[in-house]
DNA sequence: TGGTTAAAGGTCAAAAAAGGTCAGTGGTGA
DNA sequence: TCACCACTGACCTTTTTTGACCTTTAACCA
């Protein structure tokens, strides 16, 4: 991965790999610093790579003493659990949506990875975008995405 | 064969030759020039050469930092595998078809107990059919079907 | 205490850095 | 001659990177 963005990315969950708790403190300022780059450039990792699908939250503070905090959230509780169907999921699931939350759902142990992989490429663009418009797509791979969910949580019970 | 396309293929299968876990990742500009020429060239080497149909897979990413990855995939073009898949190329799959053609992946170990659950229940009339008629219902489950096949053939190599 | 200031972080648009698409040209073999 | 394959160039889309400008807040000082 040569760009910066993946860089800082990786750098930051390894951090946030090895810190207690699950979560990181920083400041942009200093990271920015590290990487030699606009401290813009460190919300744009935190926005596209950090986002709440993917399972985290960021927070942060400005002014004075001001600070980033990454969060690791995970699926444990049956909170989050229906959270993802609610407030994340929805009623319309972009590709990229689909795929972040897959691979979320990877890392947390809930989908392997072979079945990530199958459950994305038949949530592809490229498949449903060729019978279904940008309004209907989307609400396609919400209703497939949830009865995944649904499935998962069936097939737990029965192991 | 003294033809540019060719030559390209022959190098981009050398090094694919050569490389670990049967994929090489690589920069579009960067080929071009090395073969001195239009960069949608490539392009054409790519989608003449590389196909599902031939055994390769071409994922890519655009903008900084951007690069094409060309897959081997794991089947040759005689096995059953290929040929379910293109059986699958244009044919029509109707609930009960997916059914009975996950279950037999299942039973020849190609797929696990719970990936044929959870592709069932994306396949499920009661999801598509909200969306598709019956005409198109089935056109979507085939192409599905073909994707979750490559899927397959990829994810044994990932592994 | 209250106002000022410096030290954070946030936003947004423009530029840059990739790759993608498609129509059209030209050669070549049946 | 006609169909097919190779190739190019113009134009498009996506993703990253930067910089100028804005907002918030803690700390300091009168």
Known sequence: MGNLA???EAYLKTILGEAEGGSIIL?????AKIFSCAPSQINYVLTTRFTVEKG???????GGGGFLRIVRLGFDEESNFHRLMNELLGEE??????NN????LCEEDI?????????KSVFADKIIGEFLSNTYAPRLRAKMMKEVLIGISRADLES
Chains 1, 2 share one sequence.
């Open 101 to 104: 939350l897959l691979e979320n």
């Open 6 to 8: 993946d860089r800082i």
């Open 93 to 98: 699931v972009s590709q990229l949506r689909a």
């Open 111 to 119: 989908l392997t990875e072979r079945e990530a992989i199958l459950l």
């Open 56 to 62: 985290y939250l960021v927070e942060s503070r400005r």
């Open 27 to 31: 400041q942009r300022g200093f990271l």
